[in-house]
């Protein structure tokens, strides 16, 4: 069989795998898969699961909230913030799910934080405004 390398990458980690005998994911417009000698392309994976089958027959599963992929020389990388790679599907969709929904609340407190931070400067803009034409 043949094979191509593989290499994931997010904003925590890198990991390569040298023996990669087929990768199946999921851009906008469906499913696809990736055999060596594909031609080169890229696409922009939708959130979910991919999943490759290295040359002893052993399938792994990416769960990501989308990413970049590009094959080129034989070479397949997978951008994305982050993933979760593992023999279980479901456990990995649990994993990208628990992580999500964390970001989602940062961002929410986030948010919350910022909007009390621009109410208090308006609030210190009236009252220096108010001081200045007291004065």
Known sequence: MKTFAL?????????????V???IAAD????????AGHAHTVALLRYGLARFCDDSGVWRYLAMPGGVLRFADNRLTVTTVRYFLGTDPDAICADLEAAMQQT???VH???????EIEHSLV?????????????
Do not use: C, H, M, P
């Not at 290499?7 to 023996?19: G, S, V």
């Not at 609030?123 to 004065?135: D, I, P, T, V």
């Open 7 to 19: 290499t994931l990458i997010d904003t925590l980690e890198l990991t390569r795998f040298e023996k």
């Open 21 to 23: 005998g087929q990768f």
């Open 28 to 35: 906008e417009d469906g499913s696809f898969g990736i055999l």
């Open 104 to 106: 989602d609340s940062e």
């Open 109 to 115: 407190r986030s948010r919350a934080a910022l909007s």
């Open 123 to 135: 609030k210190r803009l009236a009252e220096l405004s108010n001081q200045r034409r007291g004065s």
